[in-house]
């Protein structure tokens, strides 16, 4: 929780600006009522948008960039529903219960089994409505996997373009729905404050423009769309307690939602449940840093001929582990939840690339040249080099020669081609990092913004990212579990959760 940060603090913190540039027939002035203030033109602002729009109400959309979509123009779009008409095309049987069962066993239990339950109930109407106005998959979908853990039956998709695809379902209605004069919407604007009624209620929004002026917009209900805080190194660590490592996020991704909803009496969850990835080759190590190269380490895709240890110069994880998740999990108990990959010449000589997006020519000159590459001529030598716990890295190394050369590794690992034996030896550094919140607001069944003690703030509602990851993927990365909520949920507030006038 960061109940005890006060609103000026945390407003300041998370960087609360704007700027501002509107489209649409008329102005939005300090007088006009809005049925809808949707702040977020993004993956779950935009659906909020449509479909509150096509009910009659009077909306206004607030997005801080300067174009509509949000992350959908870099994100994969992977989501996944239960009988869709990708499904029925290819005969698949599926239900929602065995959706939500996957849900659940996929995390373990640790996201909101309520959101999770309404997510699977409604994810494949929403997958059906994005067909029906055009949106198509890639040929081979739905699959059972992709990048995580397999569900139990074909129902994971993503269309052509990734996230594109589905950006090309949403920016036109909304444009359409602006051109009729049924949203209204205030490009490079921020959000800057919610003002309240003395009761508590959430009356409407405060917004700056480009030129530092700033506009009060009454609306009867107010939805938090701007996403998460994974662009926010201060505000994600003091959410995760751990540092943000890589910077690659969406830039807008500054959290601002989420110190709205707490400055409105909401609280925050879900850091606990932060997990981070099998790690990922950094720049350097000014965290946030940006990514430099990720390592071929799925044995799904590229079996391992390297040993991976931690600092202390330790295995600790079965290296071809068929499950990703497993391999997450270990990573996330490790000092710094930094590993380094170890081998020797005649590993880099045959196995097969380590590094897809580095040429082979390119690789050598990287060694004792880029922070992350290290090569040595002893494994004491590396062990100094890399800081790396000496003594442990060489038992490291002579215990699983020993398993290879008897076929019987100690961690259970089956593939064991070579043994690290052959000098120069070599160490490429990874970085454990994720680039989403698993931290966000604090949410009830029907979307409204809790406060400490699970009451809802009147008006105040959040969907997607704002509401973190850790709400319906729990501790893990469950396939399909932030697009496809974010979608769904801006569609269920849309459609039918928020109050309009009758």
């Not at 081998?343 to 690789?363: G, H, W």
């Not at 290879?404 to 590794?409: E, I, L, V």
Request: proline share 6%; with cysteine; charged share 20%.
């Amino acid at each position: 929780m960061i109940r005890h940060i006060s609103k000026r603090t945390f407003l300041k913190s998370a960087g609360l600006a704007a700027g501002a540039l509107m489209i649409g027939a008329r102005s939005a002035r300090a007088t006009d009522g809005w049925d809808v203030i949707v702040i977020g033109g993004g993956t779950a602002g935009l659906p909020t948008a449509i479909f509150a729009a096509e009910r009659g109400a009077r909306v206004l959309l607030i997005e801080k960039s300067g174009v509509l979509g949000g992350t959908l123009d870099r994100s994969a779009g992977q989501i996944a529903g239960a009988g869709t008409v990708f499904q029925e095309a290819k005969s698949i049987a599926d239900s929602a219960d065995a959706h939500f069962a996957d849900i659940m066993r996929i995390s373990r239990g640790t996201c909101d089994p309520v959101l999770a339950r309404i997510l699977a109930d409604n994810a494949g109407a929403t997958i059906n409505w994005l067909a029906e106005n055009g949106f198509t998959t890639r040929d081979n979908h739905p699959v059972i996997e992709g990048a995580h853990e397999a569900f139990s039956t074909a129902r994971y998709l993503w269309g052509p373009e990734g996230g594109r695809s589905i950006m090309k379902v949403l920016v036109p209605k909304t444009e359409a729905a602006v051109a009729a004069g049924k949203i209204t919407a205030l490009m490079h604007t921020g959000a800057v404050e919610l003002t309240q009624s003395s009761d508590g209620a959430v009356t409407g929004v405060i917004t700056e423009d480009a030129w530092g002026a700033r506009t009060e917009h009454k609306g009867r209900n107010v939805v938090l769309a701007s996403g998460g805080c994974a662009s926010n190194p201060a505000m994600f660590e003091e959410l995760h307690g751990v540092p943000l490592y890589a910077r690659v996020a969406y830039p807008y991704s500054q959290g601002k939602g989420i110190a709205l909803g707490v400055s409105a009496g909401g609280v925050v969850r879900g850091g606990e449940k932060y997990l981070c990835n099998s790690g990922t080759v950094l720049l350097d190590n000014n965290f946030p840093s940006p990514i430099f190269a990720s390592a071929a380490t799925d044995p799904r895709s590229r079996q391992p001929w390297e040993i991976i240890v931690n600092r202390k110069g330790e295995r600790f994880v079965r290296e071809d582990h068929p499950s990703v998740d497993a391999r997450e999990h270990a990573l996330l108990k490790q000092p710094g939840m930094r590993s380094w990959l170890i081998f020797d010449q005649e590993i880099l000589d045959k196995a097969p690339p380590l590094l897809p997006s580095v040429t082979p020519d390119r690789l050598p000159g990287l060694f004792n040249t880029h922070p992350m590459f290290t090569r040595a001529d002893t494994l004491a030598g590396l062990a100094k080099a890399t800081s790396i716990g000496p003594e442990a890295l060489v038992q490291s190394v002579a215990n699983y020669n020993v398993g290879q050369a008897k076929g019987a590794d100690v961690f259970g690992r089956t593939h064991l081609p070579l043994p690290i034996a052959k000098p120069p030896f070599y160490a490429v550094a990874q970085q454990g990092m994720t680039i989403i919140s698993f931290a966000g607001l604090t949410v009830d069944e029907h979307l409204r913004v809790t406060d400490e003690d699970g009451a809802p703030i009147p008006n105040l509602y959040a969907v997607g990212e704002v509401i973190g990851a850790g709400a319906t993927s729990g501790n893990a990365y469950t396939n399909g579990m932030l697009v496809t909520p974010a979608l769904t949920f801006g569609r269920l507030l849309g459609q039918r959760i928020l109050p309009l006038a009758t």
